[in-house]
């Protein structure tokens, strides 16, 4: 299991890579096995500010669809188009080539709510 310990973590299964006042956010390797095969990602809330634990995406895998929540407040700024051709990125790259938005930050005192790369190993081996 792969567990970058630069990022930080949501209990939704989210990581967030901060730069300044901008996050990239996916969702974690962890995540991506439990939905297996993804053959379909929407967002389309590009241009949108939306409030922490607002459904951003949507990420459909061979056996479910499953919602991505949004791990703080801010403006999605940018969305991954390479996940329309290539949604198995997530899969293949999930701290990579799978990220999903970038989002200016609203609150950044929220940040300091996300879970480290410790307290997120531990919660998915409880």
């Known amino acids: ?39 379909f990602v929407e967002i389309e809330t590009e241009g949108e500010t939306l409030e922490k634990e607002e459904v951003f995406g949507t990420i459909e895998a061979v056996k479910t669809v499953s919602d991505a929540f949004m791990p703080l407040a801010g403006e999605v700024i940018e969305v991954n188009g390479g996940l329309a051709d290539q949604p198995d990125s997530i899969n293949k790259d999930p701290y990579g080539a799978g990220w999903m938005i970038k989002v200016k930050v609203a609150n950044p005192a929220e940040l300091e709510e996300l879970l480290s790369a410790e307290q997120y190993a531990a919660l998915i081996d409880a």
């Open 1 to 39: 299991m792969n567990i970058p310990s630069n990022l930080k973590y949501t209990k939704d299964h989210e990581w967030v890579l901060v730069d300044g006042d901008v996050v990239t956010i996916g969702i974690t390797d962890f995540a991506q096995g439990q939905l297996g095969d993804i053959v």
